[in-house]
């Protein structure tokens, strides 16, 4: 009986062992009964929040270690409104249990974004959630304060270091910006000589051209071979009342100046063709004294030329306003005459006079894009994208379109992103719509030739009602040394350009005032080099290799592209 109550003792303590240390669950665990299944226990952004303006990363973080490689962008998501894919870069550190979803690029401003772990995300040992899991957020509004703007000097005269300013020169000043007058004075704008001695003068502010000029006084004059220090201190305060950072000291020493050196106006605008709505200006070879840059020393002749002048010290320009449109297709005749002198009190040697005729060529505005200028690519169906194509200084967009693809390869340089079926691109399409309907509207045009090929267009306005095309070589667009000057096309169908042709520009012709408005749908050839901003009712399609300084926005249809360089113009 005592041996079989001892074998009893025995089995009892063998089950206790046994159930105590050798029972494993389903899941592996040593002494944990049950199948224990991942969870997400923590996500950022939260659940419902508003993410902080520049948001980067979405991560979620599991109840235990998973498997890496179930942790992708199969299994962790992120969507932006409709469901529009968002593109980014999924890791997982294991670590800390913690999957992050790395965005390509910014998200869009005030926007809700729904983020999902599959139930493809599993543990080590092959347990997967539950079932998905999802949470959303909303991110933030950037609001980007800018510091204020301190007043600075830009320019002075004499200028610092100068070994020949003239006994009778003035000093003047000129700053970045309007300045509170009153604190423009004789305590704030001060000229010591040899010795530390002062120098008597009186100090007057020029508001049109922010200029502060010392002028001495006969009592304490100038003296040959002296050096001289001229100060702006912090006390000169802008229009806001903010102060310069630091005192401006700058120093020149005086000279006879028995040969004087005389001014002469080295260019002057407008040249003949100007717009009604121009400006005169007059540039000098040296700084001018501001006050001897007046309306009796420049004047404008002819219909209606009635203005105001004033005098730019840093650009050493002076500009005549007319005060309303001069006439069209009026002869003009500017003079600056001799009694415009230099901080020395050197005046011209002759009068400076040139004559200019308006013409309403100059006058055609550029075409308004407003939201959709900040779009290299905007399409209304897809945008689809094959090999290492690159967008550099402006946005993608879609909408209402279903699906971008091929975005990588494809790249955009920061600060650009992506606006997909959003409000941000839905805008871009309203603007869009009236930048064509406004293109497409302009009267006054020259006819457009079926085949550019070889030729040169001046400024204005160009129609077909057909089809357009370059079918080898160049077409160039001059601009006549007018750089803003503006072309528009008006091409009733298609626009084709054969493969490696080139738009080229001229005469300071610039891609952001050039304007292709397509009433069907655009083609650029197989390495065709393209230049200006393409509004296409339809689609537009760059071949391989295929350039384009400018934009290429389709109202209704696709941009499709191939290893593409598209560049802001």
């Known amino acids: 009986m005592q041996k079989h109550n001892s074998y009893k003792i025995w089995l009892v303590a063998f089950l206790l062992i046994f159930v105590t240390t050798g029972c494993k669950d389903l899941d592996k665990n040593p002494g944990t009964p049950g199948l224990n299944l991942p969870t997400v226990v923590s996500v950022s952004p939260s659940n419902g929040t508003t993410a902080a303006c520049g948001l980067s990363v979405v991560n979620a973080t599991f109840s235990e270690a998973m498997d890496p490689s179930t942790i992708n962008g199969t299994t962790f998501t992120l ?185 002469t106006v080295v260019t002057v605008t407008p040249a003949n063709g100007a717009c009604p709505n121009t400006l005169v200006t007059g540039t000098f ?108 200084g402006g946005n993608l967009g879609l909408s209402p379109g279903s699906a971008v693809t091929g975005f990588p390869p494809g790249t955009l340089t920061p600060p650009a992103a992506m606006f997909l079926t959003d409000p941000t691109a839905a805008q871009a399409q309203l603007d869009l719509t009236a930048a064509y309907n406004y293109a497409a509207g302009v009267q006054g045009a020259a006819v457009l030739p079926g085949d550019m090929t070889g030729l040169t267009f001046t400024p204005g306005v160009y129609k077909t009602s057909s089809t357009v095309q370059l079918s080898s070589g160049n077409v160039t667009l001059d601009a006549q040394g007018n750089q803003d000057a503006v072309f528009i096309f008006q091409v009733g169908s298609t626009l084709t350009t054969l493969g490696s042709t080139q738009v080229i520009l001229a005469g300071k012709a610039q891609a952001k005032n050039v304007f292709w408005q397509v009433g069907s749908s655009a083609t650029l050839g197989t390495n065709s080099a393209f230049s200006g901003t393409i509004l296409s009712l339809q689609s537009i399609t760059l071949d391989t290799g295929a350039s384009l300084h400018g934009r290429a926005l389709a109202s209704n249809g696709a941009v499709t592209l191939d290893s593409n360089a598209v560049t802001a113009p």
């Not at 913690?98 to 599993?122: D, H, M, Q, R, V």
């Not at 702006?232 to 120093?251: F, M, P, R």
């Not at 203005?307 to 006439?327: H, I, N, R």
């Open 79 to 263: 969507a932006g409104p409709n469901g529009t894919a968002v593109s980014g870069q999924v890791s997982y550190n294991s670590t800390n249990k913690t999957a992050t979803f790395t965005l390509s690029a910014p998200l869009a401003e005030n926007t809700k974004y729904t983020a999902t772990i599959t139930t493809g995300a599993k543990d080590l040992y092959g347990n997967a959630v539950a079932s998905n899991y999802v949470w959303s957020f909303t991110s933030g509004i950037c609001i980007v304060i800018p510091p204020p703007v301190l007043p600075t000097v830009v320019t002075v005269g004499p200028i610092n270091g100068s070994q020949t300013a003239c006994i009778s020169t003035v000093v003047t000043a000129a700053f970045n910006e309007q300045m509170k007058s009153s604190t423009i004075n004789a305590s704030t704008f001060t000229v010591m000589g040899p010795n530390n001695s002062s120098v008597t003068g009186t100090v007057t502010y020029n508001s049109s051209g922010n200029i502060a000029t010392f002028t001495p006084s006969s009592s304490t004059p100038l003296v040959v071979g002296a050096q001289y220090t001229a100060t702006i201190t912090t006390g000169a305060q802008d229009a806001a009342g903010d102060a310069l950072a630091s005192d401006y000291v700058w120093n020149f020493t005086t000279s006879a100046c028995t040969v004087p050196v005389v001014p």
């Open 285 to 392: 070879s040296e700084a001018m004294n501001p006050t001897t840059i007046n309306s009796s020393t420049f004047t404008l002749a002819g219909a209606g030329a009635a203005g105001t002048v004033s005098y730019d010290l840093p650009s050493l320009t002076a500009t005549y306003t007319p005060s309303a449109p001069l006439s069209l297709n009026t002869s003009y005749t500017a003079t600056i005459t001799t009694g415009a002198k230099d901080l020395s009190g050197n005046g011209l040697a002759n009068d400076e006079v040139w004559t200019f005729t308006t013409s309403s060529v100059a006058c055609q505005q550029a075409v308004p894009l407003n939201s959709a200028a900040n779009f290299l690519v905007l399409a209304g169906s897809t945008v689809t994208n094959t090999g290492p194509t690159s967008l550099t």
